[in-house]
Every structure is written in C-alpha cells, then in structure tokens.
C-alpha cells in the first residue's frame, strides 16, 4: 500500500482469538476421543465381541485409517460441491442420526440367540467419518 491509502478496517465481529481458541479447543477435545476410543477399542473388540488379537488389531487399523482420510474426503465434498455450512450441516445430522442408532442396534455380546453386533460396527465407522 505504496500509495498512502489508509488500510481497511477490519470488522471487530469476525474471527480474532475467540475463533482460534475456538478451533484450538475443538482440535484438542477431537484428540482426546480419538485416543480415548482408539485405546479401548481393542479391548472391546477382544472382550465382549470375542475376536482375535489379530483380526481386532486390523480393525483396529481399519478405523483408525477411516478415521485419518475421512476429513480430507468431507473437506473435498464441502469445497467443491456442498459448501461449508451444509456439509456441516450434513454431518452433523448425519452424526447425531447414527449415534441415536447405536440405541436400536443390538447387544455388544454376541449370541445365537441374537442378531449380529455388525450395526453397532458399522456406526462405530460411520461415526468416525
């Protein structure tokens, strides 16, 4: 701005330290359930869902690798096709839709009595998105 013209004012109302400890805390509290439920991820898996070491491991894997790439995926779908505000509009709903869906799914202790416990599975990686 070599000619003198006086810079522009920025609006007070937008952005500034409230934003970023707003972001600072959501990346942190982001973390701490993702550590939280990777750590005891694998003891329910061996545990009540009766699986290998192994096979519990590799899913294990699989979610924390969904886990890592799903955000470049949203991140591509609100820029370039949905806009910020409805792709978080999108996921929020569609977060709180799966989560109210664990409630149906049945027991974590599998039986031959009862149904799979794959739904319970399957909001786990939805959740994760």
């Known amino acids: 701005m070599e000619s003198g013209e006086p810079l522009p004012?920025?609006?007070g109302r937008?952005?500034?330290?409230?934003?970023?400890?707003?972001?600072?805390?959501?990346?942190?509290?982001?973390?701490?359930?993702f550590?939280?439920?990777?750590?005891?991820?694998?003891?329910?898996?061996?545990?009540?869902l009766g699986m290998s070491t192994a096979a519990a491991a590799a899913?294990?894997?699989?979610w924390s690798g969904t886990v890592?790439?799903?955000?470049?995926?949203?991140a591509?779908?609100?820029d370039s096709r949905l806009g910020r505000y409805r792709a978080v509009l999108i996921a929020g709903v569609l977060y709180l839709l799966v989560s109210a869906s664990t409630n149906f799914a049945p027991s974590p202790v599998?039986?031959?009595?009862?149904?799979?416990?794959?739904?319970?599975?399957?909001?786990l990686a939805i959740i994760a998105r």
């Open 14 to 33: 937008r952005g500034g330290w409230r934003a970023a400890l707003f972001i600072v805390a959501v990346g942190f509290l982001e973390r701490i359930g």
């Open 35 to 48: 550590t939280g439920v990777g750590g005891n991820l694998i003891t329910y898996l061996t545990g009540p």
């Open 59 to 62: 899913g294990v894997n699989a």
């Open 76 to 78: 591509l779908a609100a």
């Open 68 to 74: 890592l790439v799903l955000p470049l995926v949203g």
């Open 110 to 123: 599998p039986s031959i009595f009862r149904a799979s416990s794959m739904p319970r599975l399957d909001s």
């Open 9 to 11: 004012r920025r609006d």
